[in-house]
């Protein structure tokens, strides 16, 4: 303890030494700081040059090198998406209805027709080729004279070609939905015999020139999207439509129309009789030419997008949100949704984010300075602020030219700048009024003075600036790309203002005193006050009055239990709430809870529980080798789909490979075509099937695929299967283990599942890790820092102790506001330790400079430092008040966290740790407890020369004559 004691002295002295002589060099030479200031901000803003903004949420928050950005890469390369899903849900009483479904058919039409630059949703639409011959247009039976026979005639040609017209027209009427042929997968007979009457090459011919088909998906197919059918249609005709049909009238394939329907009522024989809500889904395809990468601005991706698809999809938004009536409410999720309401979010919060600013603003001016014209500050709160922005700037620039992107995280960058930054300010105005106050401090000239309310703000702000910029650091060592980003653009900007506070604010206060002393106003510099009545110091006093109360407040043993009694019921509320806070990911909280995506969500989950998370198992290249494991991995997966276990459906080309081939190819079990010869051949004739040819898309060939030939090597391949809905990370995080587990075991070539969740799965897998991870090395970085500079162990182990209970509270208060673990929370929980560690470190530093009993240095560390803390912890709190109000996740939970960091970290800092450090603080075995060294004469005459000793003991004087008696 002897060497600490030592070791503090020594480093204390030596900082106490240059802060004296830099703040003398800093009054004496104000212009040239302030000069020198500007020039090295300008150079470092030239590394802005590098400046690049990363959004997308893979390279923000999972490893680079983790497996999901791995075979992201791959996709990229095989598999590009390159269209948009278009979603909408009609909500009504019931959507079963001919009155509903006449008006969801209106709104349809509205959005198909809707025109942008000339094209409609046919023009830039995803077209899928339909293989199945039988879905052309019939035509009526004709009469044949002399016979009573009638039949049936197919024009495949018609609605492809009609360069002829016929004299004998043929009478049409009017035709609904043929049930028999699309209610059961066993009435194909008709069309099978069709088919194998078909010589191949103009079956060939056929497929390959009827026309594609815009995807897009709603219970309308049922009746082909024709109006006529769909005003005509009856009660029971939809609901025997929604309850029998299992092939799509208007695509041929399999079809589940009870997957459109959401809250679902079923009679006693299960069948449906009615629904509140209905989907339609439309699908975009993006073209090349004009195409761009896109994001929200939040971390999530947009993907592929052009102009015209953007506009588009604004036009769908608009159709959908005004077509919403009373008994029909319409809401949607359109690929720029989440973008645009992300965008709208931050739009409505500038008023509050511009409120706060402003609140905070006309706060620091006011305590400051005083409210006169002479002594006001405004200029000089304008300097702090613009040396807060000098210092943003100088991170975002260093932190660029080392290849540091800016994120959309870092938009909290300001708020946490101001928050310590005006912190420091405080504590150099508290510094200069006490060495004011002091009685021995009068006379000297305005550089000494300024060197010795340096002398001591320096240290305090030192000390708070490392532990701060150690805390933050340490962030650069996290798996997550975006919050390594994020810490050293902090360390770097936290480092940066700390340098222009004691060089840049301390100039312009500088020239700011001269101002007073010249008579200069302090809001019209050109109006010279002659003889000026200077004001009462009410401020003072009524601070001077707070800081006597407080003082009796502590020699209270009572006061005092009753403070460790309520932060002994804090803590363990907060250790209760610490341990049931969730980490977990949810998507949907990050949409603001206003919005009509939010509603999107809400319903989607409320009305259709049984929506799992589709996800696509892509293999690399295979030939017919692989097929028998290709046969264990789709087995294994219908095992996991027919226990419920994780998987609520496979829709893989394999199996329906495996029955075209029992079916049509009259093979009697695979193995027969696993061969060279026949399983290409068997491939392509299942692609261009009627069974097969929706699974095209899910194949890359090293060459055409050509109808009636074989097919090429592939080279990737793909299918779908679809997890279950889960309601967290305790429940999706083994479930994807699993499936890769089976993936991997399968020994497919490049074999993996992906789904862009994956991205924030795998973030729910490493948070956890990752901010307790950081949040111990801020706190050993902490107490590290913090032991070196006091070079105090007691007094180190209870700021450790402080920040670590704060903390603790800060979580626990969290789960009970509703705010669970993920990434936004965790990176606000990182900050919020610098902010503790400075309420607790000032106080420290104070009690350990200060003189007397330990009742006595807890008083004189309140009364110097205290009003400080306090007024840093109030600007936080008013910066933030308003934002409280936002509907951004965001920063409601930056909100959440940062209201907590203050009312805990004042509450420990001004209240608890006091009154610890009057009960067991250490004492200063230097000096005399109860007497203060005589020795005044100290202080030279000269103006120009001022001892290091000099103003060693200004607080203890200032202290003494503010409370008297009071402590003694």
Same mark, same amino acid.
């Given at each position: 303890?002897?060497? /600490? @004691?030592?070791?503090?002295?020594?480093?204390?002295?030596?900082?106490?030494?240059?802060?004296?002589?830099?703040?003398?060099?800093?009054?004496?030479?104000?212009?040239?700081?302030?000069?020198?200031?500007?020039?090295?901000?300008?150079?470092?803003?030239?590394?802005?040059?590098?400046?690049?903004?990363?959004?997308?949420?893979?390279?923000?928050?999972?490893?680079?090198?983790?497996?999901?950005?791995?075979?992201?890469?791959?996709?990229?390369?095989?598999?590009?998406?390159?269209?948009?899903?278009?979603?909408?849900?009609?909500?009504?009483?019931?959507?079963?209805?001919?009155?509903?479904?006449?008006?969801?058919?209106?709104?349809?039409?509205?959005?198909?027709?809707?025109?942008?630059?000339?094209?409609?949703?046919?023009?830039?639409?995803?077209?899928?080729?339909?293989?199945?011959?039988?879905?052309?247009?019939?035509?009526?039976?004709?009469?044949?004279?002399?016979?009573?026979?009638?039949?049936?005639?197919?024009?495949?040609?018609?609605?492809?070609?009609?360069?002829?017209?016929?004299?004998?027209?043929?009478?049409?009427?009017?035709?609904?939905?043929?049930?028999?042929?699309?209610?059961?997968?066993?009435?194909?007979?008709?069309?099978?015999?069709?088919?194998?009457?078909?010589?191949?090459?103009?079956?060939?011919? /056929?497929? &390959?020139?009827?026309?594609?088909?815009?995807?897009?998906?709603?219970?309308?197919?049922?009746?082909?999207?024709?109006? %006529?059918?769909?005003?005509?249609?009856?009660?029971?005709?939809?609901?025997?439509?929604?309850?029998?049909?299992?092939?799509?009238?208007?695509?041929?394939?399999?079809?589940?129309?009870?997957?459109?329907?959401?809250?679902?009522?079923?009679?006693?024989?299960?069948?449906?009789?009615?629904?509140?809500? +209905?989907? +339609?889904?439309?699908?975009?395809?993006?073209?090349?030419?004009?195409?761009? =990468?896109?994001?929200?601005?939040?971390?999530?991706?947009?993907?592929?997008?052009?102009?015209?698809?953007?506009?588009? %999809?604004?036009?769908?938004?608009?159709?959908?949100?005004?077509?919403?009536?009373?008994?029909?409410? $319409?809401?949607?999720?359109?690929?720029?949704?989440?973008?645009?309401?992300?965008?709208?979010?931050?739009?409505?919060? @500038?008023?509050?984010?511009?409120?706060?600013?402003?609140?905070?603003?006309?706060?620091?001016?006011?305590?400051?300075?005083?409210?006169? &014209?002479?002594?006001?500050?405004? *200029?000089?709160?304008?300097?702090?602020?613009?040396?807060?922005?000098?210092?943003?700037?100088?991170?975002?620039?260093?932190?660029?030219?080392?290849?540091?992107?800016?994120?959309?995280?870092?938009?909290?960058?300001?708020?946490?700048?101001?928050? $310590?930054?005006?912190?420091?300010?405080?504590?150099?105005?508290?510094?200069?009024?006490? +060495?004011?106050?002091?009685?021995?401090?009068?006379?000297?000239?305005?550089?000494?003075?300024?060197?010795?309310?340096?002398?001591?703000?320096?240290?305090?702000?030192?000390?708070?600036?490392?532990?701060?910029?150690?805390?933050?650091?340490?962030?650069?060592?996290?798996?997550?790309?975006?919050?390594?980003?994020?810490?050293?653009? &902090?360390? $770097?900007?936290?480092?940066?203002?700390?340098?222009?506070?004691?060089?840049?604010? =301390?100039?312009?206060?500088?020239?700011?005193?001269?101002?007073?002393?010249?008579?200069?106003?302090?809001?019209?510099?050109?109006?010279?006050?002659? #003889? *000026?009545?200077?004001?009462?110091?009410?401020?003072?006093?009524?601070?001077?009055?707070?800081?006597?109360?407080?003082?009796?407040?502590?020699?209270?043993?009572?006061?005092?239990?009753?403070?460790?009694?309520i932060t002994v019921g804090l803590l363990v509320?907060?250790?209760?709430?610490?341990?049931?806070?969730?980490?977990?990911?949810?998507?949907?909280?990050?949409?603001?809870?206003?919005?009509?995506? #939010?509603? *999107?969500?809400? /319903?989607?989950?409320?009305?259709?529980?049984?929506k799992g998370w589709p996800t696509e198992i892509?293999?690399?290249?295979?030939?017919?080798?692989?097929?028998?494991?290709?046969?264990?991995?789709?087995?294994?997966?219908?095992?996991?789909?027919?226990?419920?276990?994780?998987?609520?459906? =496979?829709?893989?080309?394999?199996?329906?490979?495996?029955?075209?081939?029992?079916?049509?190819?009259?093979?009697?079990?695979?193995?027969?075509?696993?061969?060279?010869?026949?399983?290409?051949?068997?491939?392509?004739?299942?692609?261009?099937?009627?069974?097969?040819? @929706?699974?095209?898309?899910?194949?890359?060939?090293?060459?055409?695929?050509?109808?009636? #030939?074989?097919?090429?090597?592939?080279?990737?391949?793909?299918?779908?299967? %679809?997890?279950?809905?889960?309601?967290?990370?305790?429940?999706?995080?083994?479930?994807?283990?699993?499936?890769?587990?089976?993936?991997?075991?399968?020994?497919?070539?490049?074999?993996?599942?992906?789904?862009?969740?994956?991205?924030?799965?795998?973030?729910?897998?490493?948070?956890?890790?990752?901010?307790?991870?950081n949040v111990g090395l801020a706190m050993a970085?902490?107490?590290?820092?913090? !032991?070196?500079?006091?070079?105090?162990?007691?007094?180190?182990?209870?700021?450790?102790?402080?920040?670590?209970?704060?903390?603790?509270?800060?979580?626990?208060?969290?789960?009970?506001?509703?705010?669970?673990?993920?990434?936004?929370?965790?990176?606000?929980?990182?900050?919020?330790?610098?902010?503790?560690?400075?309420?607790?470190?000032?106080?420290?530093?104070?009690?350990?400079?200060?003189?007397?009993?330990?009742?006595?240095?807890?008083?004189?560390?309140?009364?110097?430092?205290?009003?400080?803390?306090?007024?840093?912890?109030?600007? &936080?709190? !008013?910066?933030?008040?308003?934002?409280?109000?936002?509907?951004?996740?965001?920063?409601?939970?930056?909100?959440?966290?940062?209201?907590?960091? =203050?009312?805990?970290? /004042?509450?420990?800092?001004?209240?608890?740790?006091?009154?610890? !450090?009057?009960?067991?603080?250490?004492?200063?075995?230097?000096?005399?407890?109860?007497?203060?060294?005589?020795?005044?004469?100290?202080?030279?005459?000269?103006?120009?020369?001022?001892?290091?000793?000099?103003?060693?003991?200004?607080?203890?004087?200032?202290?003494?004559?503010?409370?008297?008696?009071?402590?003694?």
């Open positions: 303890m002897a060497e /600490l @004691r030592q070791t503090r002295s020594f480093l204390i002295s030596k900082l106490e030494t240059a802060f004296l002589r830099w703040g003398k060099f800093v009054s004496l030479y104000p212009y040239q700081v302030i000069l020198t200031s500007i020039i090295f901000t300008a150079l470092c803003s030239l590394g802005l040059t590098k400046f690049r903004i990363e959004q997308k949420a893979n390279l923000l928050w999972i490893p680079p090198e983790s497996e999901f950005n791995i075979n992201k890469d791959w996709l990229e390369k095989n598999f590009e998406k390159d269209t948009r899903d278009e979603v909408v849900l009609f909500e009504s009483e019931n959507v079963l209805t001919p009155e509903s479904l006449k008006y969801i058919f209106q709104v349809h039409k509205a959005v198909n027709d809707a025109e942008i630059d000339g094209k409609t949703f046919s023009n830039i639409c995803d077209k899928v080729p339909i293989a199945d011959i039988f879905q052309t247009k019939r035509r009526k039976k004709r009469q044949v004279p002399n016979e009573t026979e009638e039949y049936e005639e197919y024009d495949f040609w018609e609605g492809e070609y009609n360069e002829y017209t016929e004299e004998d027209e043929r009478k049409t009427t009017l035709e609904r939905i043929n049930f028999k042929k699309y209610s059961s997968q066993q009435n194909r007979s008709d069309e099978e015999d069709t088919r194998e009457k078909i010589p191949d090459s103009i079956y060939c011919d /056929l497929v &390959t020139t009827l026309n594609d088909k815009c995807v897009q998906s709603s219970i309308l197919e049922i009746w082909k999207y024709r109006e %006529e059918l769909i005003n005509s249609a009856t009660q029971q005709e939809i609901l025997d439509a929604v309850n029998l049909l299992v092939r799509s009238p208007w695509f041929g394939s399999d079809k589940d129309y009870a997957g459109h329907l959401g809250g679902i009522d079923r009679n006693s024989s299960g069948h449906i009789v009615g629904a509140k809500s +209905m989907r +339609m889904a439309w699908v975009i395809k993006v073209p090349k030419e004009g195409r761009v =990468v896109s994001s929200d601005g939040s971390g999530v991706e947009l993907g592929v997008v052009d102009e015209t698809s953007l506009a588009w %999809e604004a036009k769908l938004i608009d159709i959908a949100l005004n077509s919403s009536t009373e008994n029909m409410k $319409i809401t949607l999720n359109a690929g720029r949704s989440y973008g645009d309401v992300s965008a709208e979010a931050v739009f409505t919060d @500038r008023p509050l984010l511009a409120g706060g600013y402003l609140i905070m603003f006309i706060y620091t001016i006011v305590m400051l300075g005083r409210l006169n &014209t002479l002594e006001i500050r405004l *200029f000089l709160a304008v300097s702090g602020l613009v040396s807060i922005g000098m210092g943003i700037v100088l991170a975002i620039g260093i932190s660029s030219l080392l290849g540091f992107p800016y994120t959309p995280i870092h938009n909290l960058l300001p708020f946490l700048c101001l928050g $310590i930054g005006i912190d420091d300010m405080f504590v150099i105005i508290q510094c200069w009024s006490n +060495m004011k106050k002091d009685v021995l401090n009068a006379g000297l000239s305005l550089p000494d003075q300024m060197g010795i309310a340096l002398k001591h703000a320096g240290v305090s702000v030192t000390v708070t600036t490392l532990t701060d910029v150690f805390a933050f650091g340490v962030g650069a060592v996290t798996q997550m790309p975006g919050l390594a980003s994020f810490c050293v653009c &902090t360390a $770097i900007c936290l480092s940066s203002i700390y340098l222009l506070q004691i060089s840049w604010f =301390v100039a312009w206060m500088s020239l700011d005193e001269r101002r007073k002393a010249s008579g200069h106003d302090g809001i019209l510099p050109c109006i010279v006050h002659g #003889q *000026f009545i200077l004001s009462d110091g009410s401020q003072t006093k009524c601070g001077n009055a707070i800081v006597k109360k407080y003082a009796r407040l502590l020699s209270s043993v009572i006061f005092k239990c009753l403070v460790i009694l509320v907060g250790v209760w709430g610490f341990i049931l806070i969730e980490t977990k990911i949810d998507f949907a909280a990050l949409i603001p809870s206003d919005s009509y995506l #939010q509603k *999107f969500h809400s /319903l989607s989950k409320n009305l259709y529980p049984n892509y293999t690399a290249e295979f030939d017919d080798t692989d097929l028998q494991k290709f046969e264990e991995l789709t087995n294994q997966l219908n095992e996991l789909k027919m226990s419920k276990t994780y998987l609520l459906d =496979v829709d893989s080309w394999w199996s329906k490979l495996k029955k075209y081939s029992e079916e049509k190819a009259n093979f009697t079990t695979w193995q027969d075509f696993a061969n060279p010869a026949e399983f290409p051949v068997i491939l392509s004739d299942f692609l261009f099937s009627s069974q097969g040819s @929706r699974f095209k898309p899910n194949f890359m060939f090293d060459g055409d695929l050509l109808c009636n #030939q074989a097919a090429p090597p592939i080279k990737a391949s793909k299918f779908t299967i %679809e997890y279950i809905l889960f309601k967290g990370p305790e429940e999706h995080i083994p479930a994807r283990r699993k499936i890769e587990e089976i993936v991997k075991n399968s020994d497919i070539s490049g074999a993996f599942s992906f789904v862009k969740e994956y991205a924030l799965w795998e973030t729910d897998e490493i948070i956890g890790l990752e901010i307790w991870r970085c902490v107490f590290i820092v913090t !032991l070196i500079l006091l070079a105090n162990f007691s007094v180190c182990l209870m700021v450790f102790t402080i920040v670590i209970i704060t903390f603790v509270d800060i979580v626990g208060f969290l789960h009970f506001w509703d705010i669970t673990i993920d990434v936004i929370s965790c990176i606000n929980l990182v900050l919020s330790i610098g902010l503790c560690v400075d309420y607790s470190v000032h106080i420290g530093h104070a009690f350990l400079v200060a003189k007397g009993s330990r009742q006595e240095k807890a008083v004189e560390a309140v009364a110097t430092i205290g009003p400080a803390v306090f007024n840093g912890g109030m600007t &936080t709190f !008013l910066a933030l008040v308003l934002i409280g109000a936002s509907t951004s996740h965001v920063f409601v939970t930056f909100f959440k966290v940062f209201v907590l960091t =203050v009312l805990f970290g /004042l509450f420990h800092g001004l209240v608890l740790f006091p009154v610890i !450090l009057s009960l067991v603080g250490p004492l200063d075995r230097s000096s005399s407890t109860d007497s203060i060294p005589a020795k005044t004469d100290s202080v030279p005459a000269k103006t120009d020369s001022v001892p290091a000793e000099t103003g060693q003991h200004t607080n203890q004087g200032y202290v003494l004559d503010v409370l008297g008696d009071k402590i003694k």
